[in-house]
């Protein structure tokens, strides 16, 4: 499937049901993007893939399953122009990046990530990062948003905030 195409499309829907066939192209002037039920694919094509749109703002992954469990950035994959990144029912259990990978993020929401050990601590680097919210994630993730509000606070960033959501609260 190729949207490449097509210049002018800033906002983008794809449901997937199962694994493309062939690789997906997106147009480079897309600032919202949007993936749901996409399986079986690889964190390092969602790397590339969302690498090569300088002006994606918004990247939102919905029930989507990977083959791998695990999201590495190197130094080189850079989401210069990424404000919110959503990810929402994923089998993502590790996820190793730093804040020079996200420099202009604002909000972070993960819902529904129930497997994620922790997420990436240098985000509390984040200078332009403004909430972190977590809805029915583990207790290991709670405590890493904990953290990185923390270290925003010593830098003297009392901008940051965390939500914590939990539908299923034990009494």
Not at 77 to 98: R, V
Not at 100 to 129: A, H, S, W
């Amino acid at each position: 499937v190729q949207f490449d195409k097509t210049r002018s499309i800033q906002v983008l829907r794809v449901t997937l049901f199962g694994r493309p066939h062939q690789e997906i192209g997106f147009p480079t002037s897309l600032k919202r993007l949007s993936l749901s039920k996409c399986n079986h694919f690889v964190w390092a094509d969602i790397s590339s893939t969302v690498m090569m749109l300088p002006n994606l703002e918004e990247l939102k992954l919905k029930h989507c399953r990977t083959l791998n469990d695990e999201w590495r950035l190197s130094d080189e994959d850079k989401f210069k122009s990424m404000k919110l990144l959503l990810l929402s029912k994923l089998n993502l259990e590790h996820w190793e990046a730093s804040s020079d990978n996200f420099p202009n993020l604002k909000r972070l929401v993960l819902k529904n990530c129930y497997k994620m050990q922790e997420f990436p601590t240098d985000f509390g680097e984040i200078c332009t990062l403004e909430s972190i919210e977590l809805h029915d994630c583990s207790t290991t993730a709670e405590d890493s948003a904990r953290n990185i509000v923390q270290e925003q606070e010593d830098m003297g960033n009392n901008i940051l905030n965390v939500y914590i959501h939990k539908s299923h609260s034990k009494l």
